[in-house]
C-alpha cells in the first residue's frame, strides 16, 4: 500500500473551484461558452467547476497523450476531438495540470483551428517550476512545486484519480 502525503486538502479545492467559477461567471456574463476539457485529468474539477458557473456553457471534450508513466515524452497527440462546432464560440479550456506547457501549446494551436472567437485556459495547477514553453494561463487555482502529484482527477498509471484532494506517492524506504 503506497503512502500519500497530502499538498491540497480536499477543502482548499472546494474553496478555490468555487472561486475560480465566480471570477468566470463574470468574465463571461451575458456570453456563451464551451468548457472544452482536456480528458481525462481535468474531468473531476470541471465537474465541479461548471456547477459554479452562473454563464451560459456547454461542455465538450478533448483528449490529448504526451505521457508514460511520471514522464512526458515531448510528443503530443490528439486522442479525442471535440464534438460541437466552436466557430465563432468563446473556449475555456480546463486542464489538470501545466507544467511544461508543450501540452497546452499543441492544444490551444489546435482548437484555434476550429475559428473560435476566443480561447481562454483555466488550471487547477501550475507546475511553473517545470515550464519550457511560455503559455497564458487566465485561471490559476494552484501553483504546485516539481513533485509528482495525484488525486481530484490525475494520476499514476490510471490509479488515485478518485481521490478528492491532491497529493504526491511517498517512497518508503525499506
Same mark, same amino acid.
Given at each position: 500500500m503506497e503512502k500519500i502525503a497530502t @499538498? #491540497? /486538502?480536499k477543502d482548499e479545492i472546494q474553496r478555490k473551484v468555487a472561486e475560480?467559477? +465566480?471570477l468566470i461567471s463574470v468574465d463571461y456574463k451575458d456570453r456563451d461558452v464551451v468548457l472544452v476539457c482536456n480528458l481525462k485529468g481535468a474531468f473531476i474539477f470541471l465537474a465541479d467547476l &461548471?456547477?459554479? %458557473? /452562473?454563464?451560459? @456553457? +456547454? %461542455?465538450d471534450f478533448i483528449a490529448t497523450t504526451s505521457y508514460k508513466g511520471t514522464r512526458s515524452t515531448g510528443t503530443v497527440r490528439i486522442i479525442k476531438d471535440l464534438k460541437l462546432d466552436v466557430r465563432g464560440k468563446h473556449i475555456l479550456l480546463v486542464e489538470d495540470i501545466v507544467d511544461t506547457g508543450y501540452t497546452l501549446d499543441y492544444t490551444m494551436k489546435y482548437l484555434a483551428l476550429h475559428g473560435p $472567437? +476566443? %480561447?481562454? #485556459? &483555466? /488550471?487547477?495547477l501550475d507546475k511553473r517550476c517545470k515550464r519550457e514553453i511560455d503559455v497564458n494561463i487566465d485561471y490559476i487555482g494552484f501553483e504546485v512545486s516539481d513533485r509528482f502529484v495525484i488525486g481530484y482527477g490525475l494520476d499514476y498509471? $490510471?490509479?488515485?484519480r478518485e481521490l478528492d484532494y491532491i497529493g504526491e506517492i511517498i517512497q518508503e524506504e525499506n
Open positions: @499538498i #491540497v /486538502t475560480l467559477g +465566480s &461548471c456547477r459554479h %458557473i /452562473t454563464a451560459r @456553457i +456547454s %461542455i $472567437e +476566443s %480561447i481562454r #485556459v &483555466c /488550471t487547477l498509471d $490510471e490509479r488515485f
